[in-house]
């Protein structure tokens, strides 16, 4: 079955402090894509970061980056230098499938609660 | 270019009320999601499109939950009878390369729905 955990309800970090939220998965394909979500309290589905399954080196974007470590089948975003507009809810969503698979749909984690103190 | 757009944005009902909801996605994009998400949970697919065919509905509750897709463009969600458990966030995404696993879903605002 196709998983993704996230143990993490609640987080606090302060501004300007780095702060990693873990993501593991479980999955059985070779082909799959992990991401990272952020939901403000307006609630739209902000994308982030995007990590391929055979992708060799870390995404980043800006301030944001994956570790991901496959053997331990883990993707946790790590935010750089937090900003009080970081404060959120964060996703992590798996997709799995090939190029042509009419199937791939994201299913994500459970999430985690950021709150950046100033 | 223009993101997914959803209304209505709020709905308040009352039980055993019917309701609707439209999505329409990014210009291109072939496939199409509804997603659930009950407070304080991720989000659950209640049904994938691609073009205007139903590529997986598994977990929509058929006996009250239906959605199409005409013409492969817009779609609409309707829930009838709504029941307390209903009351939820539900988001549409859009895909513009089908199932490919490295492709982001792009989600509209959402409608929040309460059912009293």
């Known amino acids: 079955a196709q998983k993704i955990t996230q143990t993490q309800p609640g987080m606090f970090v302060q501004e300007k402090e780095a702060v990693t939220l873990d993501c593991t998965y479980d999955?059985?394909?070779?082909?799959?894509?992990l991401f990272w979500y952020k939901q403000p309290s307006s609630g739209e589905m902000i994308f982030l970061i995007y990590?391929?399954?055979?992708?060799?080196q870390n995404a980043t974007e800006g301030r944001y980056s994956l570790n991901f470590q496959k053997a331990r089948k883990s993707a946790n975003l790590v935010i750089s230098a937090s900003q009080l507009g970081d404060s959120a809810m964060y996703f992590c969503?798996?997709?799995?499938?090939?190029?042509?698979?009419?199937?791939?749909?994201?299913?994500f984690g459970q999430g985690t609660e950021l709150s950046v103190k100033p | 270019e223009a993101g997914v757009a959803q209304s209505p944005r709020y709905k308040i009902i009352e039980k055993r009320q019917s309701v609707a909801f439209w999505c329409n996605p990014i210009?291109?994009?072939?496939?199409l999601y509804w997603y659930q998400q009950i407070l304080g949970q991720g989000p659950k697919l209640l049904i994938q499109?691609?073009?205007?065919?139903?590529?997986?509905d598994s977990q929509l509750p058929k006996d009250r939950f239906s959605a199409e897709r005409l013409k492969g463009v817009d779609s609409t969600l309707k829930i009838q009878p709504a029941k307390l458990e209903d009351s939820a966030v539900y988001l549409c995404?859009?895909?513009?390369?089908?199932?490919?696993?490295?492709?982001?879903?792009?989600f509209g605002n959402g409608t929040r729905l309460t059912v009293t």
């Open positions: 995404a859009s895909s513009g390369r089908g199932g490919a696993y490295n492709s982001p879903l792009h």
């Open positions: 999955t059985s394909d070779q082909s799959y894509g």
């Open positions: 990590q391929g399954s055979y992708d060799e």
């Open positions: 969503a798996m997709r799995v499938g090939s190029l042509y698979n009419q199937g791939g749909k994201l299913i």
């Open positions: 210009s291109g994009h072939a496939t």
């Open positions: 499109f691609q073009n205007n065919g139903v590529v997986d």
